[in-house]
């Protein structure tokens, strides 16, 4: 049997982007400021992340005006859920098989 | 003028053995196959390794992601859940209009109790058409959107059941349009994961549902009723707000 580790996104396991993937899977579709003040990071570090996510098929990101307002919108799709969830029970998994060899 | 000195190249081991204490235990004179430069790489790397095969085996990391990932969904659905305290409200009157609208023809003199019946022509259209409106402003509002088609489906499901059940002409039909209502927004609240309001409604409509087999006058159920369901929507949308902030 592999060792959960092995299972680990390295993508998805950074801290800002599983919290980013974890509110998108909440709600549908999440706007820019609030991932960002939610995270409290800065413009441009959540755009890298944003940007590494949406690489790797994670999310979608779609800039719109709604009114005269510009605003950025990010999904999760449907291979961000799956790995979300994956990630998840791989986290679980770990603690399990630490929390029963001790 | 100040003179530059050479720069003078030391052996690690010479250097070791120069230091304060010796070279007690580390004596790698006596190792001279070995270069010392590749035990001290080795000797880090297996270190490095084993460093890294305690930090990614340490419960403490993933059970604080984990706990990050709950802290955050719950502030999505949080935000997600802002303005929904609106729409408990708005059918909180709806109900309490239904007992009005009993109330009073009971107090005239020829009791028309046709108003009784019709109100829900009225007041559920109206209720509707408020939820819609509010929702779509709620939406523009939030930095957070859900998809809307489970609310459009519960809603059209509750519209034909309702309207349906209700037309029939047998007394207990504004029992049965109420026990709908009651069983559509317990499904509204499972939607918006609110299982403790959720179960307090479905409940009641199903009590209410028993009670109407039970009970000989059931149109005297009907006030209790609407007024059960206004207080259980008023309490949750309090409760809500109350939440939210």
């Known amino acids: ?47 890298r992340h944003l940007q590494v996510l949406e690489d790797a098929g994670l999310v979608t990101i779609k800039k719109r ?29 770990l603690i399990d098989q630490v929390g029963g060899g001790q | 003028m100040a003179s530059t000195a050479p720069v003078q190249t030391v052996p690690a081991s010479s250097a070791i053995s120069q230091l304060p204490g010796g070279n007690a235990g580390w004596n790698l004179s006596r190792e001279p196959h070995r270069d010392p430069r590749s035990i001290r790489v080795g000797l880090l790397t297996s270190l490095t390794l084993y460093y890294k095969v305690l930090c990614m085996s340490n419960p403490t990391e993933p059970q604080d992601l984990l706990a990050q990932v709950d802290r955050l969904r719950s502030a999505t659905r949080q935000t997600l859940m ?5 729409p408990f409200l708005v059918w909180a009157a709806v109900c309490f209009g239904a007992l009005i609208s009993y109330v009073i023809p009971s107090l005239l003199p020829s009791r028309p109790y046709w108003v009784t019946s019709y109100y829900w022509l009225v007041g559920a259209p109206a209720g509707m058409v408020a939820t819609i409106i509010l929702g779509i402003r709620s939406d523009r509002r939030r930095p957070v959107r859900r998809g809307n088609w489970p609310y459009w489906v519960v809603g059209s499901v509750i519209a034909a059941f ?3 059940l209700g037309a029939l002409p047998h007394p207990e039909a504004l029992v049965v349009t109420l026990v709908v209502f009651g069983v559509g927004f317990a499904v509204f609240c499972l939607i918006e994961r609110r299982p403790v309001v959720s179960a307090v409604l479905l409940i009641t409509a199903v009590g209410a549902g028993l009670a109407a087999l039970a009970v000989d006058d059931r ?8 007024g059960v369901f206004a207080v259980i929507l008023v309490a949750a949308g309090m409760w809500d707000r109350f939440r939210s902030r």
């Open chain 1, 1 to 47: 049997m592999t060792h959960p580790t092995v299972q680990i996104d390295d993508v998805i396991h950074q801290r800002v982007r599983l919290g980013i993937l974890a509110m998108l899977v909440e709600a549908d579709a999440a706007d820019f400021t609030f991932l960002r003040d939610s995270l409290e990071l800065t413009d441009g570090n959540l755009s």
């Open chain 1, 65 to 93: 005006f709604e009114g005269k307002k510009p605003r950025t919108w990010v999904r999760a799709t449907k291979k961000g859920r799956s790995a979300l969830a994956g990630h998840l029970r791989t986290l679980k998994a």
């Open chain 2, 82 to 86: 802002l303005d929904s305290w609106l």
């Open chain 2, 162 to 164: 309702s309207f349906s």
């Open chain 2, 219 to 226: 149109f005297e159920l009907y006030p209790v009723l609407s």
